[in-house]
């Protein structure tokens, strides 16, 4: 089968060619670097050309207000070359809960682009993943100084990059879903317990605060972005993933 992964350079998408291509699939990255922009349109018919599955992986450079222009203009672009390609099956990497955190512009798009792809004639699928265990740092480094880190008390359930790209080649190879799958990781953890986890593990001898107002995750409310009842739990476990970082 073959496969054209749309962002197939990045931390997901060079992983999901790799377990497809092993799996004897015709998987096909394609991003900036070889000459495909989702926003102009530019090669984007050719890098659909003859594909029986398309796999969007591409995101916005920011989350703030220009987030939805480009989801918009990415999967308009995307979801019509792939109609006149005659592509079979269409599939996006999205966010558990996301549908659930209106304060978010950047959810808000992530929820445009699900419903622009809900919308379309195509068969597909929707990947929903929790935040993944590459991005603590980054989310530590929002709200964090040289004499402290502040986080809120956010449950989340962090699932390792590898074990994401594995479900989205799972699916991808699969039948579409038309529907949304669920992934999350095997643990739950407030947003400051793992920052503190995070720092003891990297030697850094700062303390956590906990600021319920601090960064994007302020923002929201309950448990809405761990694993619903459906979700597939992977199996790495955090420390286990520090461990080899």
């Known amino acids: 089968m073959k496969i054209a992964v749309i962002g197939g350079t990045g931390l997901i998408g060079s992983q999901v060619v790799r377990n497809l291509t092993a799996a004897g699939h015709e998987a096909v990255p394609y991003a900036l670097s070889t000459g495909v922009n989702v926003i102009t349109g530019v090669g984007v018919d050719e890098a659909v050309a ?17 987030s939805p222009a480009f989801f918009q203009t990415s999967m308009d672009n995307l979801i019509a070359a792939s109609a006149k390609a005659g592509v079979g099956h269409f599939v996006i990497l999205s966010i558990v809960g996301v549908d ?23 068969p597909f699928s929707i990947v929903r993943a929790t935040q993944f265990m590459e991005f603590v740092d ?13 986080l809120p ?18 699916v991808a190879a699969g039948s579409p879903l038309n529907g949304v799958r669920n992934i999350a990781g095997p643990e739950v953890f407030a947003l400051d317990d793992l920052g503190r986890i995070t720092l003891k593990a990297k030697g850094d001898s700062r303390p956590v605060v ?16 761990t694993a619903p009842a459906d979700a597939d739990l992977a199996p790495t476990r955090y420390a286990d993933w520090l461990a080899t970082t």
């Open 153 to 170: 008390r956010t449950p989340i359930q962090p699932i390792a990059a590898a074990d994401v790209a594995a479900a989205v080649a799972e």
């Open 210 to 225: 906990v600021d319920d107002t601090a960064g994007m995750f302020a923002a929201i409310k309950g448990d809405v972005i």
């Open 50 to 66: 003859g594909a029986d599955v398309v796999v969007n992986l591409t995101n916005s450079p920011t989350f703030d207000d220009a």
């Open 138 to 150: 980054t989310t530590l480094s929002w709200t964090s100084d040289e004499k402290s880190v502040r």
């Open 100 to 122: 659930q955190v209106p304060d978010l512009v950047y959810y808000r798009a992530k929820v445009l682009q699900e419903d622009l792809l809900r919308a379309g004639s195509i």
